[in-house]
C-alpha cells in the first residue's frame, strides 16, 4: 500500500510541475516563433514598395511575396500546433 501512495505522491508532483511549466514554456515559445518569423517586416517592405513602385522591381515584389506566403504557412502551422493558453492532459 504504501508504495502506490509513492507513487500517487510522485505523479501528483509530476503533475503539478507540468502543470505550471508546460503553459509557460508554449507561450514563450510561440512569442520566439513569431519573432523570429518576422512578418511585419515583409509586409512593411511590400506597403512601401505599393506607396512608391520604385522602390521595388517587380522580382523583389515577387521574391517577398513568396516568403510571406511561406512564412505565414508556417507562423499558422506553428501557433496552431502551439496553442498559448490550452494543454492537453491526459492521464
Known amino acids: ?19 505550471t511549466t508546460l503553459p509557460h514554456a508554449l507561450i514563450y515559445l510561440s ?11 515583409l509586409w512593411e517592405r511590400l506597403e512601401r514598395g505599393k506607396r512608391q513602385p520604385d522602390t521595388l522591381t517587380p ?6 511575396w513568396d516568403r510571406l506566403k511561406i512564412l505565414t504557412l ?6 496552431s500546433t502551439l496553442p498559448p493558453r490550452t494543454i492537453l492532459r491526459v492521464q
Open 31 to 41: 512569442n520566439r516563433v513569431v519573432e523570429e518569423l518576422d512578418l511585419l517586416h
Open 59 to 64: 522580382s523583389e515584389k515577387l521574391e517577398l
Open 74 to 79: 508556417v507562423y499558422h502551422g506553428t501557433t
Open 1 to 19: 500500500m504504501g508504495s502506490v501512495n509513492r507513487m500517487q505522491s510522485h505523479f501528483e508532483s509530476i503533475q503539478r510541475i507540468a502543470d
